[in-house]
């Protein structure tokens, strides 16, 4: 499975936007780039995934890097309750969600 | 519907026990999945149905065995499991290709074994 590499955490005031990055180099041609989080006691939650153009969506923009060996998760006004794990993951085809260590988000008053 | 149902939420049992695990489905997804998730780790694949049929086994104890009735439910049974089998067990489903369409994820059930 093509790897991804995130921070372990970042912190954000509320309001803010946020940018998390996710590296993946070794991304296939025909590889996803999936992003889910997780609430505290919840199970993991689709935010948004992309090939190869950004995305957008209620909850958040993807941007994807032009060479696609990293992407972006913005959220563009970080709330308390957008404190969660964020994961980072590649997806091809019929294969499995294989989850990394994810970035935990910290969001200020 | 767009939602994934786990029940119970939290279950508590013994190490001779037996218990079930259920996950339902009413969004005609013909993929589902059991995940294992243990405190501050990421979710790790156990069991996976495609049409109903086991596709893949994660080398998973046999103390654990799923089972998927029909397309809309799936069970997971559980008998003689010890204390560090204590964790969150997670139901998703999808299209049978995930990576164009992402997956649906319950909100687990917390098990505890005493």
């Known amino acids: 499975d093509a790897k991804t590499t995130q921070p372990n955490s970042m912190e954000s005031n509320e309001e803010e936007p946020v940018h998390l990055p996710c590296n993946h180099s070794t991304i296939s041609g025909t590889d996803y780039i999936h992003w889910y989080r997780q609430l505290p006691s919840q199970g993991p939650e689709y935010v948004i995934h992309?090939?190869?153009s950004n995305v957008n969506n209620r909850m958040a923009s993807l941007a994807i890097a032009e060479d696609r060996k990293s992407s972006t998760l913005i959220l563009h006004r970080a709330t308390l309750r957008d404190a969660a794990v964020y994961y980072c993951i590649l997806s091809i085809g019929y294969s499995t969600l294989t989850f990394g260590k994810g970035t935990m988000l910290l969001v200020s008053p | 519907d767009t939602e994934v149902t786990q029940t119970p939420k939290h279950l508590v049992m013994g190490m001779t026990n037996k218990k079930s695990l259920k996950c339902e489905q009413h969004m005609g997804h013909r993929a589902m999945y059991w995940y294992k998730q243990k405190a501050k780790k990421p979710p790790e694949l156990m069991f996976v149905?495609?049409?109903?049929?086991?596709?893949i086994n994660e080398s998973v104890p046999s103390r654990f065995s799923p089972e998927c009735p029909n397309s809309s439910l799936l069970n997971l049974h559980l008998h003689a499991l010890q204390p560090e089998d204590s964790a969150l067990y997670l139901c998703?489903?999808?299209?049978?290709?995930?990576?164009?369409?992402?997956?649906?994820f319950g909100s687990g059930t917390r098990l505890t074994v005493v």
């Open positions: 998703a489903s999808s299209q049978v290709s995930p990576s164009s369409y992402g997956y649906t």
């Open positions: 992309g090939l190869t």
């Open positions: 149905y495609s049409y109903e049929k086991l596709s």
